[in-house]
């Protein structure tokens, strides 16, 4: 485990005072990791993995979307894995690559990050689309213009932000890592956002469900501020981890962590106070090195579970799987302590973290 340098000032008194009135911290419960395999062999694909779980052909079955390509690899491609075994016991051999025009669907990839694909319902005609971060901040949306069977897709388009008659390209910066949510529990989809600068940005969809309209860009907050995911390259997925009935939030980064962002307004409001290093077998999860950690939280063997799938600089796709327990379990005693750590209670707790970024 990396080293971590830690300063603080606080009484007995005030840490005793501050556990007792602090709320249980729900935590996703994982297992150790698994590779996920094909065809005999741990996948590993051409340059910086981004896998998903999604039915691609309708089958019933989990199958696995995997982005490919960055550092060596310009030309960033999406590969889909299908399920040759069951939906508890998800199997694959060879995979194909997305299509678009009749040729594979191509992205420029660059540095740490080829493409970042999420299959999502885009325009309401009930054939899934596929939504794509860039490596240089732009987000497009590749319709389906096949069946939702037999996918395949478009030209795509750059989705666009501002008010009528005046919209620019949504543009986080660089390495766009986006996801489909309702966020402020209006009914209409949404759009999250992670990139290099830290930031969790949000679009709130002002249109339809099926004719989304950007015009404001908004940042995820934390006390008060801006959320910044430490390291960088955030790369946020949203789901209500603890059964609260409000959304939370769990992101990659630079360094490799898995961070869990519990949620203290509402489910129509998110706002959050710091996070808690999420855990597998008890140890913190820290891929080695830099190696830009991008999760997908989803049911990998249809238990009604949470398990993680997350891609790195290694190619491959790494599985934790959720363990099944009585109730929501607690975060760990070290999570805690983190946690109260980050939150400043006024003349109690002070607190500064000091770590080096990775690059």
Same mark, same amino acid.
Request: charged share 20%.
């Given at each position: ?5 830690w ?8 840490l ?8 249980a ?13 094909? /065809?005999g ?8 993995s981004v ?6 052909n309708?089958?019933?079955l ?7 390509? !960055?550092?060596a690899? $310009?030309d ?8 040759? /075994? ?6 694959f ?23 970042f ?7 309401g ?17 590749f ?11 478009? !030209?795509?388009?750059v989705?666009?932000?501002? %008010? $009528? !008659? ?6 986080v910066?660089?390495?766009?890592t =986006? ?7 209006? /009914? ?13 940005h949000?679009?709130?969809? %002002? ?28 790369? $946020? ?19 490799? %962590? ?6 203290v ?8 106070a710091g996070y808690? =290093?999420? %855990? ?8 080695p090195?830099? =190696? ?14 949470t398990d ?8 491959n796709?790494?599985?934790?799987m ?25 003349g109690t707790?002070a607190?500064?973290?000091q ?5």
């Amino acid at each position: 485990m990396r080293g971590r340098k830690w300063q603080f000032h606080l009484g007995a008194a005030a840490l005793v005072t501050a556990i007792t009135a602090m709320p249980a911290i729900a935590q996703l419960n994982l297992g150790s990791e698994e590779l996920v395999a094909a /065809g005999g062999g741990d996948i590993a694909v051409l340059g910086y993995s981004v896998p998903s779980v999604a039915d691609w052909n309708n089958d019933g079955l989990p199958d696995l979307i995997v982005g490919e390509g !960055g550092g060596a690899y $310009p030309d960033a491609k999406v590969r889909v894995y299908l399920n040759e /075994g069951t939906a508890e016991a998800p199997q694959f051999s060879g995979f194909v690559y997305a299509q678009s025009g009749g040729v594979d669907l191509i992205a420029p990839g660059s540095g740490c990050l080829g493409l970042f694909p999420r299959v999502v319902h885009w325009d309401g005609d009930g054939r899934k689309d596929l939504l794509i971060g860039q490596s240089d901040g732009i987000v497009k949306v590749f319709l389906n213009n096949a069946t939702d069977e037999a996918p395949a897709f478009d !030209g795509g388009t750059v989705l666009q932000l501002g %008010e $009528p !008659g005046s919209k620019v390209d949504l543009d986080v910066g660089y390495r766009a890592t =986006p996801s489909v949510v309702d966020w402020n529990s209006d /009914g209409v989809k949404d759009l999250v956002v992670g990139a290099m600068d830290s930031k969790v940005h949000v679009f709130i969809n %002002e249109g339809t469900d099926a004719a989304p309209d950007f015009r404001v860009a908004a940042e995820a907050q934390s006390g008060g501020s801006a959320l910044l995911v430490p390291s960088a390259r955030s790369s $946020p997925t949203v789901l209500d981890v603890d059964g609260d009935g409000k959304k939370d939030l769990v992101a990659g980064n630079t360094n490799g %962590e898995l961070l869990l962002y519990g949620n203290v307004g509402t489910d129509a409001a998110p706002t959050f106070a710091g996070y808690v =290093p999420i %855990e597998a077998d008890g140890v913190a999860i820290d891929l080695p090195g830099t =190696p830009r950690s991008r999760p997908c939280l989803c049911d990998w063997t249809g238990d009604g579970v949470t398990d993680v799938v997350i891609g790195a600089a290694d190619g491959n796709v790494h599985l934790y799987m959720g363990v099944p327990t009585d109730g929501i379990p607690a975060v760990s005693a070290w999570g805690v302590f983190a946690m109260l750590l980050l939150m400043l209670t006024a003349g109690t707790l002070a607190y500064a973290r000091q770590r080096p970024i990775r690059v």
